[in-house]
């Protein structure tokens, strides 16, 4: 019986920090109150202080899966600088701007993790430096830290350029900074 209860108890506790970090990359963390995040994942308000001891601490936890997330995805993309070309591609695509719920947390939500506690920000730290890492291993696999610049480059221009496009009411606009992106990291990438 404990053991099904300690099994039952992390299952709801990933099941809150997958949709609350759905539900903040769309609504941001201000916009995502604790009664809205705990009826996404199907709970009511009382079982949130079960898994978290405050709303900051359920950030920091969302904000470390969902670096820890996206970090697995490049998993999936071919070796070398060719699978950074399709990273880019895909990450500055029209699809990913119109779906932020979705996508990668650092475009959705550098403004407001800039704000938060010291441990939102260690757990953003920690896994943007795995990114970053894992590009620079991409860039130069035998000296990774020769293209840490480039990689910290790269990595900027594509949340910068993601974080604008979705900023802009001009669709043709907001497709030609998406273009010009990715055109811009391919001249990064050589």
């Not at 099941?15 to 970090?21: C, D, H, L, S, V």
């Not at 650092?106 to 943007?128: F, V």
């Not at 900023?167 to 606009?173: P, V």
Request: aromatic share 6%; hydrophobic share 35%; net charge negative.
């Amino acid at each position: 019986m404990v053991r099904y209860a300690k099994e039952h108890k992390q299952v709801t506790r990933q099941r809150i920090i997958e949709k609350a970090g759905q539900r903040f990359k769309q609504d941001g963390i201000d916009g995502s109150g604790i009664s809205t995040l705990m009826s996404d994942a199907g709970l009511t308000n009382g079982a949130f202080y079960a898994h978290f001891t405050s709303k900051d601490d359920l950030v920091a936890h969302v904000v470390a899966g969902e670096l820890n997330t996206q970090l697995s995805q490049y998993g999936t993309l071919r070796p070398g600088r060719e699978g950074l070309k399709d990273l880019v591609r895909e990450y500055l695509s029209p699809e990913h701007r119109d779906n932020p719920g979705t996508g990668c947390p650092s475009a959705a939500l550098l403004d407001e993790i800039g704000r938060c506690g010291d441990a939102t920000k260690e757990a953003y730290t920690d896994g943007a430096r795995n990114i970053i890492d894992e590009i620079a291993a991409r860039l130069t696999p035998e000296d990774p830290q020769s293209a840490r610049g480039t990689a910290l480059g790269l990595y900027t221009m594509m949340v910068g350029t993601l974080q604008l496009s979705r900023a802009l009411s001009d669709r043709k606009l907001s497709d030609e900074v998406l273009e010009q992106g990715i055109g811009n990291a391919y001249a990064v990438l050589g």
